[in-house]
């Protein structure tokens, strides 16, 4: 895809994000002059919650919304240029159109999600120089805006929101084959995007068949689920099993160590859940492929808890262990399978 694609992409998603009135206020700046001092305090205890470590501190930043979309598009151009020039060459789906419409989905997915992420760790996608970040960042608009709209104690939020991404951070630096077994997937998936023949025939019969059986004509997958082909679809799998091990791992670890350190961690958390599932955005979710992600909290969690109700949580560390051992899409809904395999 091309730069003028790219560029059209942050344009698309800039219109999407908006500003926010703090946005490069002191509020803001504050924020960046406590948020290392954060990362550090949450670090320490995520380690001691997880037995995983990390060498060094990372770096910390607060961004603005654009930043983030930037940040993220830039890196995005890294990684998909492969599957950006198999889209062009494929011939029910010319050059220019696939390019479009890639900029006009990436735009506007990561212009809505610039309105609500609040965190981000940086390391799994390359940087826009081809270097491996080891970046902690907040999203400063939007962690202001939370604190005012539902009145949060800012101390707390803002540590409740570095523990989650310190436990990103350590997840990946603290499992040395994770990144590279995550970018191995998205190779896959890349290969994978060849021209089809007979695509639009295939999906003119999914579409059929779904409506046939009443199911949804756009899964939770979205539409990259629905124009995705079959050997694509078994490494989505593989990633969405991935994620929901690791937010759902992230989401436990967060709320446990909160409930030990924060006074008001419950509401917190039932605001952030409550606010994941806002119906008002479920059909954008659906179409786009973010309501897996949503549901990635929520599976992961449940997959967490259930290997603990059964094994302890240690046995957890049997994850970690080697690629092999990482649960598929059917053992995240079936913990205790997940727990005879790898014994």
Known sequence: MSTTTWDSAVSIARRFAGRYPLEGTYHEARLAR???LLVERATSLVSEETGLTAPGQPDVAVVS????????????SAL???LTDRLGEDREVGRGLAGRIMSAELGAV??????RVL?????????SDGGDGDTVMFVGANVLSMERRFEFRPSEFRFWVALHESTHRLQFQGVPWLRSYFLGLVEELVAASKPEPGRLNRLSEELREAAEQGRPLVDEQGLFGLLASPDQREVINKVQALMSLLEGHGHVVMDRIGEREL???????????????????AMFMRLVGLEMKMKQYEMGARFIAGVERQAGWSSLDAAWLRPSNLPTLEEIGDPVSWLYRVG
């Open 80 to 82: 998909m240029a492969p």
């Open 34 to 36: 406590q948020a290392p």
């Open 110 to 115: 990561l212009g809505f999600l610039s309105r």
């Open 119 to 127: 965190g981000q760790y940086e390391l799994v996608l390359p940087t």
């Open 263 to 281: 006074v008001s961690q419950a509401r917190m958390s039932r605001i952030l859940a409550s606010r994941r599932n806002d119906p008002r955005t």
């Open 65 to 76: 919304r654009a930043e983030w979309v930037e940040n993220n598009i830039a890196s995005f």
